[in-house]
């Protein structure tokens, strides 16, 4: 590790941001009340106001977006019913069955190489009601941007026509938008404009945003009111908890534009790797190789850290604690590393 790097660059994920100075004054300044009371006017701003941003008309706090998930999911599909998704998505690959232990929702999944809907296997796949003892499909889950795929952004085309296929069938869409900040400032298309398509949609302030903690579900007043009840019920009812909102909600205001510094950044790393500038949309930048577990290792003797997706594949994640300098460094590791283990 050169002198100037006085310790790792960590691009394992965008989770293991530090809060910022200016964030934890705004947590320190917070003004709290209880929230199961609905008495904490920070997370009520909060909920408000990132409802408003997407069009939705209510958002409930809640401390990871896996509970987002779950809580998203359960206010679209009944115990018995299924929801679809793409074969790598995190509510199937991160969530450990959650779905399917806590609320009997079951999932079948369709294969994209880069995790965007595929409208053909959605609709061979859709199972329509056929009374009580069978399975019916009840959603469909996307998630913008896909993490395992790479952080791809779903075409709002595509996103269109899935949504109008969607009321055809009378079935739900929920967007798992993690990183639907990275989609919205990659495509140009608003917030708003993703979240009025989908009937629930999950969000992070805890990935690029740089939050220490906290997601959000969004969408009409009824369901979030019910949502509400089920957290509780799951034990995540919380009290004082603008302390954590306060950090949601300054990343949500001073977080978001940067985001294209991480996208230029990931740029940088991919080409280093030999990746075209397509296969890096936006913070997430994924490497097919021989040998994933010795490129991790080795680049972290170099003190580079980075993950493996499976045995052929390493992630490089940029995020709001790592400089251009520390990109370029990290790319000519990675780079280096992939070439000569390619040989
Ligand atoms: C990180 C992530 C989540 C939520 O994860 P938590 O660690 O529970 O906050 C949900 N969906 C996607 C796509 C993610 O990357």
Redesign the pocket.
Known sequence: MPATLSHAIDLRSD?VTQPTAAMRQAMATAVVGDDVYQEDPTVKALEERVADTFGHEAGLFTP????A?LLAINALVPAGAEVLCEGTS?IVR?ELGAHAQIFGVTTRTWSHPHGTPDLEQITAMFAPPMGDLLVRTAAVSV?NTH?FAGGTVIDLSQLQALRDWADQNKCQLHI?G??IWNAAVASGVSLRQYGKLADVITV?F??GLGAPIG?MVLGQAEVISHARVVRKRLGAGMRQVGVVAAAAEYAFTHHRTRLEEDHLNAQLIGRYCGLEPAAVPTNIVIVEVNDAARIVQEAANRGVLISSLGRTKIRAVTHLDITADQARYAGRVLGELVAATAR
Do not use: P, V
């Open positions: 989770t990871t977006g896996t509970l998930n995190h991160a998630e993490n798992d993690a990183r992070c805890s990935k997601s």
